[in-house]
Structures are given as C-alpha cells and as structure tokens.
C-alpha cells in the first residue's frame, strides 16, 4: 500500500498547524512569550469653547497605523455623541440644542504600539499652484533654485528644503520665517515644485504629561510612500511615541455655536501583558474560546495539556522503551500532580497504592468476581484517600489535602493491574512497571506545568495539530528502543 497518502496528510497537519499558530501570532497579535508586555498609552482630549445657542463640535480621532486602538470612550453631559467614518476621516461629533457658558467635553482612548507600518493609506493629489507675495517671490526662488539643483527626485529635494529648518543665517530663509510657519512655509515651497505633500498634527508621547497641544508635521509623498519630517527640526521619519492624531480632513477641532474653542491633551504610559491586549484587539467572534466562561476557559485550560502529555508518553515508551503499568495512566496522574503539586501528590500516591497492594490481597483471597473485585477496590481506594485527607487536616498538612484530585477508578485499576502483575511476574516486574509509570508521569508533568508550554497549548490550538502529526510518524516507528539497546550489548562485543 503506498504511503502517499499517509506523508500528504502529514504534511497538511503540520503546514496547518504551523501556518494557524503564525496567523495567531502575526494577525491577532498573541504572543510567542506568556510574559510579554506591551505599552499602553492612555491619552484624554480636552475641548473648552464658550457656547451661545446651538452647538455642534466636531473633533478628528486618530487613525495612525502605527498605533492600535484598543478602546474609547467620550464624556459629554448633555450632549449627544455620534461616531463618523468618511472621507475626511473618523471624527466625534457632540450635538446639542442649546449651550451657554464654559463647555467641556472629553474625549479619552487606549492604544497599544503597534510599529513597522509604512502611511500608504491616503492618495497623492496634485498640488495647486502657490502664489507668493511679490516682496518673498526672490528670497522663495532662491532657496528653492538651490535645493532643486542639489536633488534628484522629490525625496531628495524634500530632503535638501528641510535641511534649511536649523538654519538661522540665512537672510532670505529669516525673511519667510517671519512671515510663515515652519510647517506652511515648507508645505507651500513643497507644492511650488509640484510635490505632493500634506500637513498632519501630531502628538508627542510623554508619560504624565498634561495640556499638551498638536504639533505639525509634513507628509511628503516619493516612490509610492509617504516619508514624515518634523518641520521644526528637519529630521526625516518619525519617533516611536509620535502618534499622527490627525492625517484627513481640513482641521482638528471644529465648534459651530461656539467661541474661543480650544483642545488640549493629557496622557499616561502603562504595560500590561501582550496576551491581555490582543484579546482586547481581536474581533468579536461567538467562536473564540475567549467568549467562554472562564469555568469552562479553567477546564478546557487542563483538557488541551492532554495531547502534551500524550506525545511525551508515546515518545518515551516507543522511542525510549520505558514500560508503564497502562498506556496513558501517567497521563491521568500527571494531571493530579499538577493539581496536589509534584511533592505532595508522589507521597499521596504511594500511600494509596501501597495501602490497596495490602488490602488487594486479601479480597484475592476470597474469590471474588472481577467486577466485584473491582468495585470493592473503589470503594476501598475511596476509604483511603478520606482516611489520608482527614489525617492531614488534623496534622496541619494543608497540602495533604488536594490528594482528593486524584482519579479513584485509575486508582483502583492501577492497583488490579499490579496485584495481577505481582501474581503472574513477582515483584520485579511490578517494581518495574509501577516505577516506569511514575517515571513517566513525573517527566509528563513537568512538560504540562510548564507556562510557555500552558501558554502554547490553549492560545495557539494549530499546536495540536502539530503534534498529531508528530504522533502518527511515531506510530510507524518499528526500530529498536533506546533501553533495548543494552540487551544487545553483548552481540556489540561479540
């Protein structure tokens, strides 16, 4: 039979597994490292104008590629709140019939860095043609006559303007300075060559920092992408805690019912953990486990560690050859060890254990139906553990008391199956077997209780996938195990 099939499906469950645990990471955001941070800037915008009748205050939101919104929220007593998304960009909007006096509004938002994104989300225009007052058109003319000489192209030629921000001799330059702002003269010297460039505000990030105003930056657009200068220093790209508040639109701020308007901003820098701010930033979908209970998040937490301790079992008995008394039992003891913590639920278990040896023996004694037999152990295994518990609690062992995690039918059977092996093979082989087994499940728990491996199990499910995969070409292993090697030592020396 051919084994194509076999390696195809091998191959898709592991280009899925892989290429959903990257989807989770890239596109989500979940991190690869449970203990990520990530920076979260709270900034709170301030409005104050003076009302006289109707009002209707319109205030531009940012949109910055750079930054992820996680919430927002506005406070605006009296007021209605409408939230517009249109070509001249995302804007909040307070209405009200009839405004006098000092107003306030507050508009206040959460945003996570997000970093390495390029502004290619607006359109060139072609600039109009600039106009100068006759008195600057020679100061103009020189300077751009000489940027232009020593340029080659739009960014160059951007390059060579803004490099005349920090000069402070130049007579013609200190002439237009006088007259202009920084950003405007810049912008109209950009569009008289045809350049197209666009003014934005933007906010420096400063943690505690209050009554903070916009600043403007310029927009040059080159070879398919917008390159930012700061006008006032005439550094080209942008700094990590630059957040471009406003790109779209003709203004920040717009009242129209009211006087003396102004916006001031207020912002504070935390960290909180990566994986908490992707949740936040994720769609909603009725389908992530996330919208769960966190009851059911707490168990299905447990249930997705099985396939670790699955593929640690399958590895070390068909690999390593170790021999357990039950396939998957470390598993299941595994998970107690994780719950009783690994100390405390080794004593446990070897307590119960020996304890069931003795009584097994003596229910052996009086042949019993298997089910009874069994059934009796239960009850029996049950008796121990709330003998062990009680004892605990009146010793002061606290620990003593999560032995009652442990699972009593696997007990019972775990004890069966030694009694039987102990009967049919002595003691050797119950020794081996029950060691083995505790061998295994201690080695397993400390693959489930690790954190990057809980973190990787729940968050990137595509890692099951993986590891099914990694399962059945375990299953067509038929070498040699790795303890067996020592039996055929001697035919080496031979």
């Not at 003076?50 to 949109?63: I, K, M, Y």
């Not at 398919?224 to 957040?243: C, I, S």
Request: with cysteine.
């Amino acid at each position: 039979m051919s084994r194509k099939p076999f390696y195809f499906l091998i191959l898709v469950l592991m280009l899925s597994g892989f290429g959903y645990t990257g989807y989770r990471h890239i596109v989500d955001g979940i991190p690869l490292l449970p203990a990520t941070a990530t920076t979260i800037w709270s900034v709170e915008a301030k409005i104050n104008f003076d009302g006289n009748g109707a009002v209707e205050a319109s205030l531009a939101l940012p949109d910055d590629p750079n930054f992820e919104l996680i919430s927002e929220s506005a406070a605006s007593n009296g007021y209605g709140l409408a939230m517009t998304n249109d070509q001249a960009g995302r804007r909040a909007v307070w209405t009200r019939r009839q405004a006098d006096g000092n107003q306030q509004l507050f508009y206040t938002a959460n945003f996570a860095v997000n970093g390495g994104h390029q502004l290619v989300d607006r359109e060139p225009q072609t600039p109009a043609p600039v106009e100068w007052d006759p008195s600057l058109e020679l100061a103009v003319q020189a300077l751009l006559a000489d940027a232009f000489d020593k340029s080659a192209d739009n960014l160059s030629f951007a390059r060579q303007l803004f490099k005349l921000a920090t000069v402070n001799d130049d007579q013609n330059l200190a002439l237009l300075k006088s007259n202009f702002s920084n950003a405007d003269l810049f912008l109209q010297m950009l569009h008289s060559k045809g350049v197209p460039a666009v003014k934005v505000m933007g906010l420096e990030l400063e943690d505690g920092r209050r009554r903070q105003q916009l600043q403007a930056w310029i927009e040059v657009y080159s070879d398919q992408r917008w390159v930012l200068f700061n006008p006032r220093t005439g550094v080209e790209g942008r700094a990590d805690n630059l957040l471009l508040w406003q790109r779209f639109g003709d203004g920040v701020l717009d009242v129209r019912g009211g006087n003396n308007s102004s916006v001031s901003f207020a912002m504070i820098e935390d960290t909180r953990p990566a994986l908490a701010t992707a949740m936040d930033m994720m769609n909603d979908s009725s389908l992530s486990l996330y919208n769960l209970p966190l009851e059911e998040q707490s168990l299905l937490r447990g249930l997705f560690l099985i396939p670790i301790g699955v593929l640690v079992v399958v590895m070390l008995r068909v690999i390593v050859g170790i021999k357990t008394s039950g396939t998957f039992m470390p598993v299941l003891i595994a998970l107690a060890f994780i719950q009783t913590k690994l100390l405390t639920g080794l004593v446990g278990f070897l307590l119960i254990v020996a304890c069931g040896l003795i009584i097994r023996s003596y229910l052996s004694n009086l042949n019993l139906l298997l089910i009874s037999r069994i059934s009796a152990v239960v009850i029996v295994v049950l008796g121990i553990i709330a003998g062990f518990t009680l004892l605990a609690y009146n010793l002061g062992l606290n620990e003593g008391l999560t032995i009652t995690f442990f699972p009593m039918i696997i007990l019972a059977w775990t004890i069966e199956r030694m009694s039987i092996l102990w009967e049919e093979e002595g003691a050797h082989q119950v020794f081996v077997q029950g060691g083995g087994s505790l061998l295994v499940a201690i080695i397993t728990y400390l693959a489930m209780d690790n954190e990057l491996v809980r973190h990787w199990a729940y968050n990137f499910l595509g890692i099951h996938l993986v590891i099914l995969a990694i399962v059945l070409l375990l299953g067509q292993y038929t070498g040699y195990r790795l303890l067996e090697l020592r039996r055929f030592s001697p035919l080496k020396e031979d």
